[in-house]
């Protein structure tokens, strides 16, 4: 059974990079049935899409972080990251990855890891 | 390209059946057939309940359906129950491919 695990650091100060790791475990990320993804979740708000990299390492993100987003995966760890740079407190939230798969990579998100909180506060 | 949008609420009670709606654009729900649902209660990670527009995953009730009009797709739950009370979301595979999200939907068991 596919299980994703996020970890990172809870608390970030405005201004530097947070930084994220998802493990996988049950399955390998080096399929090419599946791409791997962050959202996430301000509190008491809705869901929101950061971006998607399948395991060759093409890239899919939002246009609105586009320019703050690394998003690579270490095969060799069966590992996802993330990176966001010059967060502010409105990178609040909690950060979820997933798999997605589908026609056209990123169509159906069918698997949730716990999800992490990340607080960006002096 | 903004986010979906989906109703604030919805209500029914025990037994009902409810509909809720999420509309986009022709870049989105109304160019693809990769409109997906999500349930999530307070707490917990986002569960997909709708791929495809109307194709549900293994274990999920056939309670749930999904369907899609132009620019707009719909999840119906049938046989209301006290569990199904939590949030829903919708997303769609969108032009430049993105992935959109709707704002959610508060469904409230009364």
């Known amino acids: 059974q596919l299980q994703l695990q996020e970890s990172g650091p809870g608390l970030v100060k405005p201004s530097e990079t947070l930084s994220l790791t998802c493990t996988v475990s049950g399955g390998s990320i080096s399929s090419n049935t599946y791409y791997w993804g962050w959202m996430r979740q301000p509190p008491g708000k809705g869901l929101e899409w950061v971006g998607s990299i399948s395991y060759t390492g093409v890239t899919h993100h939002s246009p609105s972080l586009k320019s703050r987003v690394t998003i690579s995966v270490d095969t060799s760890k069966n590992q996802l990251s993330l990176k966001l740079s010059s967060v502010t407190a409105a990178d609040t939230a909690v950060y979820y990855c997933?798999?997605?798969?589908?026609?056209?990579?990123?169509?159906?998100?069918?698997?949730w890891g716990q999800g992490t909180t990340v607080t960006v506060s002096s | 390209q903004s986010a979906l949008t989906q109703p604030a609420s919805v209500s029914g009670s025990p037994g009902q059946s409810i509909t809720i709606s999420c509309t986009g654009t022709s870049s989105d729900v109304g160019g693809y057939d990769y409109v997906s649902w999500f349930q999530q209660h307070p707490g917990k990670a986002p569960k997909l309940i709708i791929y495809?527009?109307?194709s549900r995953p293994s274990g999920v009730s056939n309670r749930f359906s999904g369907s899609k009009s132009g620019h707009t797709a719909s999840l119906t739950i049938s046989g209301l129950q006290a569990e199904d009370e939590a949030e829903y979301y919708c997303s769609s595979f969108a032009s430049t491919s993105i992935l959109l999200f709707g704002g959610g939907t508060t469904l409230i068991v009364l």
């Open positions: 495809d527009v109307s």
């Open positions: 997933a798999r997605h798969q589908g026609g056209s990579g990123i169509t159906c998100t069918d698997v």
